[in-house]
């Protein structure tokens, strides 16, 4: 089946410092792979994506690349910011559905 | 505009009332989607209209019935729920695959 397995959290950094966020899949076939966020109280916007192998999403300073030797797809960013703080959800595209991982509360303290 | 509204943002109802949630996109996106998302978990697919038909139903209860009047509404009318469907629910959009686009949800209390 279709499964995604993210990194246990919650995460908290503090500002300045690197973030990675670990993101491993299970799937038949090629699927895309997103990152989005969620802050609190609100829905969640898509961060970033990857349509196949070895292509790298970036927004806003975060990246994450398509691995498809080791099926992960790691959430990196070089220095975090307070206004960072949120629920990540990493997540492939099956057909017409999103399978989400599990969310990673992440808290960057000033 | 990649936007996704949906209204109310909050809603309050009794197990005997009939509520309906609204969700709207002007992105000419042919697939539109329910998603239920209960504290600290992920969303939950619950719906998929692909041209303003039923395409996906995630097995959900009768008590939850949706609607799509044309390719920029969604309705999600609400009949007899439970205190455990308290949530939140989400509406997102795509044109194909693969980017989907959410709403701001509408967070729903059942007293």
């Known amino acids: 089946g279709n499964s995604v397995t993210q990194m246990e959290g919650p995460v908290t950094l503090s500002e300045e410092a690197f973030l990675t966020i670990n993101c491993t899949y299970t799937a038949t076939g090629y699927p895309s792979l997103f990152w989005y966020v969620q802050y609190p109280g609100e829905g969640l916007q898509l961060l970033l994506k990857a349509t196949k192998a070895d292509d790298k999403g970036s927004n806003k300073g975060f990246e994450a690349t398509y691995r498809k030797e080791t099926t992960s797809f790691h959430l990196e960013k070089g220095s975090v910011q307070v206004s960072d703080s949120a629920v990540y959800f990493c997540a492939l595209s099956f057909l017409q559905k999103l399978v989400f991982g599990q969310g990673t509360r992440l808290t960057i303290n000033p | 505009d990649t936007e996704v509204t949906q209204t109310p943002k909050h809603l309050v109802m009794g197990m005997t009332n009939k509520k309906s949630l609204k969700c709207e996109q002007h992105m000419g996106h042919r697939a539109m989607y329910w998603y239920k998302q209960k504290a600290k978990k992920p969303p939950e697919l619950m719906f998929v209209y692909s041209y303003e038909k039923l395409s996906i139903n995630e097995s959900v209860p009768s008590r939850f019935s949706p609607e799509c009047p044309n390719s920029s509404l969604l309705n999600l009318h609400l009949h007899a729920l439970q205190p455990e469907d308290s949530a939140l629910y989400l509406c997102?959009?795509?044109?194909?695959?693969?980017?989907?686009?959410f709403g701001q949800g509408t967070r729903l209390t059942v007293v």
């Open positions: 997102a959009s795509s044109q194909g695959a693969p980017a989907t686009f």
